[in-house]
């Protein structure tokens, strides 16, 4: 190989939402050159695209956020314990003001390639208006449920109205008070968006294909006394988190099994959880909620009757009661009046599973095997391609001119979620096999590795790091054996997307690291501490 050009970066960045950001900061602070890009007219990611009514975080604001900055952990205050898009929307714009992230940012231009170039171990990047740009690392800060899935429906093109991805939303809003709106999909999404669209809506129908256990919110406004509370305890929020097995703020592991429980004792730490609200019903009840079939069971069979309390209608009720799969199988939402919204009467359910199935989008409505339901609008609220989907759709091609999406064909193999083997120079930020956890979290100890990484690059003077093939073996097997021990290796029975099955004619996969955040934070530290065994370093020559 010969020296390296001069390159237009050190570092460049797709991706300009939490982990853009952060990704910014930290290699900015080691002395890189760094540009982000994305292809959104503002900053945000997610929070830029989902704009959907009700759309607000499911991790509790507090700990939904960066860490690197005590002054903005300090001076912003949520105003609510789950904040909407508009919301987190503005903190991400004072972390951008406060740490004056906005000269390494560029929007509207969409990365569409990036190559490796072997001769000179750099990445040629390429835009959509066909510029190109040069740099030492290339990072996919693209975000793991970004990707939107677009199911293959039928007669999808030729609907008369507004008709779109939940995930792109109109970014001038959609004025649907009065109308009739059709949604096809019911997971975390359609929770959220549900109980709003219905309060002014002439009249909502979701199409359901698989139920989920959808656990209560609980909102709150932040009170005075709880912020200051939170300011001053962050020190304990962060080392909470970087401790928990979701990467959550959490205190569990509670050292209580519902398998050594009495049955009633059982029933009352459920009843006295379940008004607290968030994942804290899973994680801060009994430990063995994930691991034990009998426990996960007895947890399962509690919401199934807080639904049939909350939905007056039993057969309604009986529809949206998930069957045959435990709880976590699929990612369960949150409820902000998702089962309250069915007592309205212009709420309507239509199981397209076994009682109606869905046969077409036709110019006015839905098509079902039984009835054409008619509507103004129609919502995709199908989901994402997770991890793999948005790296996927870039065309990146490392050694050889290997693509990264023919790679990850069959299984979408990794070392940690990081980097990926015939990739050299190339990060991922929360890549496939990484933690399914609160992600300001698993984004920061992620970039942690990446900067130290890139530090250990430069105090040795390398120019090239290739990922080694047996450290990506040893990590998906590894990943593999946890994964099969788990209950949520049931999620290929009810297309769950933490398995990539909800992606049609792809298999299902291994695509989330489960043996715990906190254990795979442990994991990068030690990687760091023994001078990354996982990739081989390489000086070119002079
Ligand atoms: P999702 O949970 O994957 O749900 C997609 C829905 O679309 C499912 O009900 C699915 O049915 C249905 N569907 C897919 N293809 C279909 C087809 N061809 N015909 C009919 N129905 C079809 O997607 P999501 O609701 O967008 O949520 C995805 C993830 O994003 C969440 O689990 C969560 O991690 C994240 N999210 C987070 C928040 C938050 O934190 N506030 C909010 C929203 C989303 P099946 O289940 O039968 O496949």
Redesign the pocket.
Known sequence: MSIQPPLDFDAIGVGAGFAGLALAHHLREAGLSIRIFDRASDIGG?WTW?RYPG?????EGYYYCLTFSKEVLQEWSWSQR?PGWEETHRYLHFVADKTNLWPHIQLNTEIVAAQYQEDAGYWRVVTSAGEQYTCKYFISAMGM?SHP?M???KGIDTFKGPIFH??RWPQDGLDYAGKRVGI?????????MLPVMAQTAADVTV????P?FVMPAVQETTTPERDKEIKDNYEDIIAKCRNHVFGMAFDSPVGRNLADTPPEEVQRIFEEHWPRGSFRFVFETFDDLLSSAESNKAAADFIASKIKEKVNDPVVAELLTPKGYPLFA?????DHGFYEAFNRDNVHLVD??DTEP?VAITETGVQTTNNLYEFDIIV?????Q?YTGAPEAVDIRGLDGVLLRDKWQDESASIMGVCVADFPNLFLITGPQAP?ANLPTSIEQNILWITDCIKKMQREDYDVFAPRLQAQEEWSQHTAEIHAQTLMAQGDK?????MG??I?NRKPRVLIYFGGANVYYDKLRESVEAGFPELEFERLEA
């Open positions: 997610t989902n759309a607000a975080t499911d991790s789950y449920i899935y199911p293959d429906i939940s995930s096809i999909g019911c997971g975390a999404t359609t929770v959220q199409f359901q294909r698989t989920n699929k990612r369960p939402p949150l397209i599973k869905l995709l609220a199908t989901g994402f997770a399914f009810v297309n769950s997307w933490m099955a909800n049609e």
